[in-house]
């Protein structure tokens, strides 16, 4: 049986691995998407997909001005 990866493949170069690493995104970003639900990232679609998303959009879609 395949097993899911736990960590979403684009995290090493994931815009807000960054963010969080400089103490600048909230870590349940980190917990909820990026180490489990991954493939409900709109980020990661997006990667996947081709379809550009600037560097503060957030997992669940939302732009975030503050990034
Ligand atoms: S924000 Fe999305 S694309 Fe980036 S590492 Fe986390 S789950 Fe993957």
Do not use: A, T
Request: some cysteine; proline content about 6%; hydrophobic content about 30%.
């Amino acid at each position: 049986m395949v097993q899911k990866q736990s960590q979403c493949k684009w995290y090493p170069v994931c815009p807000l691995k960054y963010l969080y690493e400089v103490g600048k995104l909230d870590k349940k970003w980190i917990d909820n998407y990026c180490m489990v639900d991954w493939e409900d990232c709109v980020r990661y679609y997006k990667e996947e997909n081709g379809i550009y998303h600037p560097d503060n959009m957030l997992p669940n879609g939302k732009i975030d001005e503050s990034l």
